[in-house]
């Protein structure tokens, strides 16, 4: 996973080269850093509890993926400050920078986890790999797919929360109800 996301990274940087502040020389260095915060991100959501947020990123196929999901301004942020300390890039630089790569590589990777014909990139992988190998017996593609398809949001709202889960177990058909049902 790690290496098929490094070959998008440097697929995205020749895209983006024509204002890149990147001295070739730590060109390499820069490639493999964006490669390390952007699983940093997506490991420290998933340790944070923050499941939704990461099935989000990857709902859609790059739809939930755009620069202004938390995920992606997380991993952007992440990626110009190791630009910084890493490569020796100004504030301004490595914030440009990273603003060319980050949110067009997330975006490809979610797209490309989605397409069932890609075989680079599995969510049941990427996921083991983030989590050290934790969600092996998870379906997780499974999930994703009741997440995309709004089954887990109950509310309506266009995202999966507390209120959901509180729905799953109230009134209106709930499990809640089921349960109760079972003792009258």
Same mark, same amino acid.
Request: zero cysteines; hydrophobic letters at 35%; charged letters at 20%.
């Given at each position: 996973?790690?290496?098929? #996301?490094?070959? #998008?990274?440097?697929?995205?940087?020749?895209?983006?080269?024509?204002n890149n502040p990147i001295p070739q020389e730590k060109h390499e260095q820069a490639v493999q850093t964006a490669g390390t915060s952007i699983v940093a991100t997506l490991q420290n959501a998933l340790s944070g509890g923050r499941l939704s947020d990461v099935l989000g990123f990857f709902k859609g196929g790059g739809s939930g993926a755009?620069?202004?999901?938390g995920i992606v301004q997380e991993a952007t942020n992440n990626y110009a400050q190791n630009l910084q300390?890493?490569?020796? #890039?100004?504030?301004?630089?490595?914030?440009?920078?990273?603003?060319?790569?980050?949110?067009?590589?997330?975006?490809?990777?979610?797209?490309k986890?989605?397409?069932?014909?890609d075989n680079g990139f599995n969510i049941q992988d990427i996921f083991n790999k983030l989590s050290g190998g934790k969600t092996s017996s998870m379906d997780l593609?499974?999930?994703?797919?009741?997440?995309?398809?709004?089954?887990?949001?109950?509310?309506?709202?266009?995202?999966?929360?507390?209120?959901? #889960?509180?729905?799953?177990?109230?009134?209106?058909?709930?499990?809640?109800d089921k349960v109760k049902g079972m003792f009258s």
């Amino acid at each position: 996973m790690f290496e098929n #996301l490094i070959n #998008l990274i440097r697929e995205n940087v020749g895209h983006s080269s024509a204002n890149n502040p990147i001295p070739q020389e730590k060109h390499e260095q820069a490639v493999q850093t964006a490669g390390t915060s952007i699983v940093a991100t997506l490991q420290n959501a998933l340790s944070g509890g923050r499941l939704s947020d990461v099935l989000g990123f990857f709902k859609g196929g790059g739809s939930g993926a755009s620069g202004s999901h938390g995920i992606v301004q997380e991993a952007t942020n992440n990626y110009a400050q190791n630009l910084q300390t890493d490569v020796g #890039l100004s504030e301004a630089e490595a914030q440009a920078a990273a603003n060319n790569l980050v949110p067009q590589t997330m975006s490809q990777l979610a797209r490309k986890t989605a397409d069932p014909s890609d075989n680079g990139f599995n969510i049941q992988d990427i996921f083991n790999k983030l989590s050290g190998g934790k969600t092996s017996s998870m379906d997780l593609q499974g999930m994703l797919n009741k997440f995309g398809g709004g089954k887990l949001d109950k509310d309506g709202d266009g995202d999966v929360d507390f209120q959901d #889960l509180k729905s799953m177990f109230s009134g209106g058909g709930g499990m809640m109800d089921k349960v109760k049902g079972m003792f009258s």
